[in-house]
């Protein structure tokens, strides 16, 4: 029996209600199966686009009251582990498991001296022109910029997580042999202002926040889901090369060569190389579709340290 | 120690996430007070204006997708769960307590044969014009009803608790001494469908709710605040009369004879009646200002088999 963490991305559960529900039916039985095996698993997910749905859901409607973009966050975390716990309860009731299976909701401390805050580069919600970014800088003090020419955002900080406050709730329901959904789109940001803890506007990677809960944890194994079956070299090119096995190290001279994109395979490596600076474990980054063969070490590029 | 649930009303958490966080504030102190007296809480609180609110935002927003009503349920335990386990983490910290607190997204299973499933009685989200109205039923099969001369909206069903889902993880965070939050709500209806388990549009009444995870966690107190100190017979005429301590059936004659409204102050007596069939504990129904007291016994209606 080994102790999983499996992060899974927030693309990955379509565009609504219906979609991410009929999608999370196949997202479940993996997973299932990994319980089926007498594992122990920690889900952590994604929330771009949900978050991003809420957040415009509010800013549009005329009639509701400003929400805070932690705030929404925090609905996403509902939201999506809403369909999640119940999309692995209904696979594991096909199996007769009686396991159960639910989100908690997660609060991720941020050091407010992060550099992230000085650098705010994650666009959220709708798009706007000029004029109007113009406006809700002046009105809201937002942090607006051009996104690759398809209008003004606001773009939020990307600060790194330090802990997780709802850690100790995270390990009693493992050690019951519960399945736990936390830091859902990588926690509600908080930082600690005075002796409380408060919601920021920010949005925390979710492989950062995976990694963390796995060290956390003491998990055995960090699990990436994305949409890649292998973290490649010379990625989309003739000579392009997937990685197999390979040694935390290793990625080292691939990373000052540029080879991993920032917002995408960048992140999910260092989080595998900053668990791996805490353990002797084992990361596996590869694509949802072969998830099963993934959690068995079949395929992925497996990380040791 | 003993074991407290607490139901608290949806209309005390203000109408804003500003209003909702400075409220939580407050309602944070008797709780912790309770858990630094080494007692074992958990809070079920309600979400009708919450709920609404969010409903209403995908409704009137024109770009983002149609947004269920079991899911916008989903959502509210997010958004108030968040503030709820930050306020009471905050107010612990105050107190130089290390127990955590958190919230845990909870299914809760209906019967789909619940006659209440006949007679959709519960009024959700907007009011509409009667051609609105018409058109949305046309459109989307809802049932609406006239709301009291203040328009049309669309009601839904409100049937009972049968089973908490997500029971066992409730159990496992108390008796590793956390402190829990769920069935935010009265928790996301599901019923039992070809062996699966599927949200349905309907509001659980989150008193009962809160009597059913009474029951399932044996707990020794279920309190429920709300915004009078007693339950009263002959309410706000000349010879009004506070009930202090009443034995379960006391309540009968009261009831037969129409004393206690329908959507307010009967629903709290039936959870609490419901709840003392099952058990030889006490029930409190007090006003949310004087929660220390109710949690000692020195105020409010205590109800006792």
Redesign the interface.
Same mark, same amino acid.
């Given at each position: 029996m080994s102790r999983y963490v499996v992060s899974l991305g927030g693309n990955a559960l379509g #565009?609504? =209600?219906e979609e991410q529900k009929n999608l999370l039916k196949f997202v479940a039985k993996p997973i299932v199966e990994l319980i089926v095996a007498g594992h122990e698993v920690v889900i952590v997910h994604g929330n771009g686009p949900q978050v991003g749905?809420?957040n415009?859901?509010?800013t549009?409607? @005329?009639? @509701?009251?400003?929400?805070?973009f932690?705030?929404c966050g =925090?609905?996403?975390? %509902?939201?999506i %582990?809403?369909?999640l716990? #119940?999309a692995i !309860? #209904?696979e594991l009731? !096909?199996h007769a498991v009686t396991q @159960? $299976? %639910?989100?908690? $909701? @997660?609060?991720v401390e941020v050091d407010e001296h992060d550099p992230a805050f000085n650098d705010a580069s994650k666009p959220i919600g =709708?798009f706007y022109t000029k004029e109007q970014a113009d406006r809700i800088i002046k009105e809201k003090g937002y942090v607006m910029k051009e996104d690759a020419g398809r209008g003004w955002r606001r773009v939020v900080p990307s600060p790194l997580p330090v802990d997780v406050?709802?850690? =100790?709730?995270v390990k009693?329901?493992l050690?019951?042999g519960?399945v736990v959904?936390c830091a859902g789109g990588g926690g $509600?940001p $908080?930082i600690r202002k005075e %002796? !409380?803890?408060?919601?920021v506007a920010a949005v925390i990677d979710k492989d950062y926040a995976s990694a963390k809960i796995a060290e956390l944890v003491e998990a055995d194994y960090l699990i990436i889901l994305t949409a890649v079956e292998h973290v490649y070299v010379n990625f989309n090119k003739p000579d392009q090369k997937a990685l197999e096995r390979v040694a935390s190290s290793d990625f080292e001279p691939y990373i000052e060569a540029g080879e991993f994109a920032k917002g995408s395979m960048y992140p999910k490596i260092r989080a595998c190389i900053g668990f791996l600076e805490k353990t002797d474990k084992t990361c596996v980054i590869s694509s949802l579709a072969k998830a099963s063969e993934a959690f068995r070490l079949e395929t992925g590029t497996i990380i040791t340290k």
């Open positions: #565009n609504d =209600a749905m809420i415009l859901a509010f549009e409607s @005329t009639f @509701t009251p400003h929400m805070p932690p705030e =925090a609905m996403s975390q %509902g939201y %582990g809403f369909h716990q #119940n !309860r #209904n009731e !096909r @159960t $299976v %639910g989100a908690l $909701v @997660t609060q =709708a406050i709802e850690k =100790a709730m009693s329901l050690d019951a519960h959904i $509600v $908080v %002796g !409380r803890l408060e919601g």
